[in-house]
């Protein structure tokens, strides 16, 4: 199927998600409001970076995105296409367009199949290969995620490899799809610090030799403005999308109060820059449950600008500055400044 590239490859209207919990004889269910009017869309060879706390609906996105999770409401479209009136061969093209590389490298490969069962099948069964090429086409895409050389790898077993290696097992399978989206949920988190940059430039690269588009999810600020210094930001609070805009200008100017705060809570290793950082830009609360959401703004509980408006609204995001943000104060906000100025520490 021929796309246009004004048309985005997956595009999220108005969805809710809702979880139920407890339904039983003698029990109402619990409704668990996962994703709030989220809009959202990711264009062709386009990076975006979700950001957030955990239980902020990032996963859940994702998993909506990749056909795991079904909306409560909403519209989602692939390619232009209502996601439940998709044609036999529409959905097939979705589900191999769409793929996901996980969190954890070793539950997500079979202890008992090699690389070449793993990588190889799915080709097979979606006849991306055949068992004259299969072997050649294994070699390739192993060579593609620099595992060489691939006859190395080609026979080994999960735990025959390293974490950082088999994390390359699931790009490389992903890619064993020809997908137009890459969904890379916290894809460095449990590898060794010296090898998440090479990964990261691994995804950078794929995207930008082979226009895929990629959707990388993370809670941390450093890789997401690494990764990502040539697309978007979108930023989530408790199922909703708070602020989005261009990485580096977003991080470099955040103005929504929840992303200040989380700017202002990353670490800095330099104990002069540290001790003039500014105070702590949101309030003792703990992250309220999902089982009993705030009304209005949910970030309410949390700020420390909160007015009254705030408490019985839900703000709806508008254009601010180069960035979209939901937030009833943002024009009234003071600048945001990571650190004090020194007229301030005297």
């Known amino acids: 199927m021929i796309q246009s590239k004004d048309i985005?490859?997956?595009?999220?209207?108005?969805?809710?998600?809702?979880?139920?919990?407890?339904?039983?004889?003698?029990?109402?269910p619990r409704t668990f409001n996962a994703l709030h009017k989220v809009d959202f869309s990711i264009n062709q060879g386009e990076i975006v970076v979700v950001v957030g706390e955990s239980g902020s609906g990032k996963t859940t996105m994702s998993n909506v995105i990749a056909g795991l999770v079904k909306p409560t409401d909403g519209t989602y479209e692939f390619n232009g296409h209502?996601?439940?009136?998709l044609t036999k061969e529409q959905a097939l093209e979705y589900r191999n367009s769409i793929q996901i590389i996980q969190q954890d490298s070793y539950?997500?490969?079979?202890?008992?199949r090699t690389m070449i069962k793993s990588l190889g099948d799915p080709m097979?069964?979606?006849?991306?290969?055949?068992?004259?090429?299969?072997?050649?086409?294994?070699?390739?895409?192993?060579?593609?995620?620099?595992?060489?050389?691939?006859?190395?790898?080609?026979?080994?077993?999960?735990?025959?490899?390293?974490?950082?290696?088999?994390?390359?097992?699931?790009?490389?399978?992903?890619?064993?799809?020809n997908p137009?989206?890459?969904?890379?949920?916290?894809?460095?988190?449990?590898?060794?610090v010296s090898l998440r940059v090479a990964i990261l430039n691994l995804l950078a690269r794929l995207n930008e030799d082979r226009g895929i588009a990629i959707l990388y999810i993370t809670h941390d600020l450093a890789t997401a403005r690494y990764v990502?210094?040539?697309?978007?930001?979108?930023?989530?609070?408790?199922?909703?999308?708070?602020?989005?805009?261009?990485?580096?200008?977003?991080?470099?100017d955040p103005k929504h109060p929840y992303l200040q705060a989380l700017l202002s809570?990353?670490?800095?290793?330099?104990?002069?820059?540290?001790?003039?950082?500014?105070?702590?830009?949101?309030t003792e609360e703990d992250l309220p449950s999902v089982s009993g959401m705030p009304t209005g703004c949910r970030y309410h509980t949390r700020c420390l600008?909160?007015?009254?408006?705030?408490?019985?609204?839900?703000?709806?995001?508008?254009?601010?500055?180069?960035s979209m943000v939901a937030c009833h104060l943002a024009e009234e906000l003071p600048k945001f400044e990571l650190y004090e100025s020194k007229a301030g520490n005297e």
């Open 180 to 192: 137009q989206l890459i969904l890379a949920d916290e894809p460095v988190s449990m590898i060794d």
């Open 124 to 177: 097979l069964i979606k006849k991306l290969a055949d068992k004259i090429n299969l072997s050649e086409k294994v070699r390739e895409v192993l060579t593609t995620v620099e595992l060489t050389p691939p006859d190395h790898y080609i026979n080994k077993y999960p735990h025959q490899l390293s974490g950082g290696q088999r994390q390359r097992i699931l790009i490389a399978r992903a890619l064993a799809m």
């Open 8 to 28: 985005p490859i997956v595009k999220l209207d108005n969805i809710n998600v809702d979880f139920y919990k407890g339904k039983g004889l003698l029990s109402k």
């Open 107 to 112: 539950a997500a490969l079979n202890p008992m």
């Open 305 to 322: 600008y909160c007015k009254e408006i705030c408490k019985t609204k839900q703000p709806i995001a508008r254009q601010f500055g180069s």
């Open 265 to 282: 809570a990353v670490p800095i290793p330099d104990p002069r820059l540290s001790r003039s950082r500014n105070r702590q830009l949101i």
């Open 82 to 85: 209502k996601s439940n009136s």
């Open 228 to 252: 990502g210094k040539n697309g978007r930001i979108a930023v989530m609070y408790l199922g909703s999308i708070v602020e989005t805009g261009n990485v580096i200008e977003v991080l470099a």
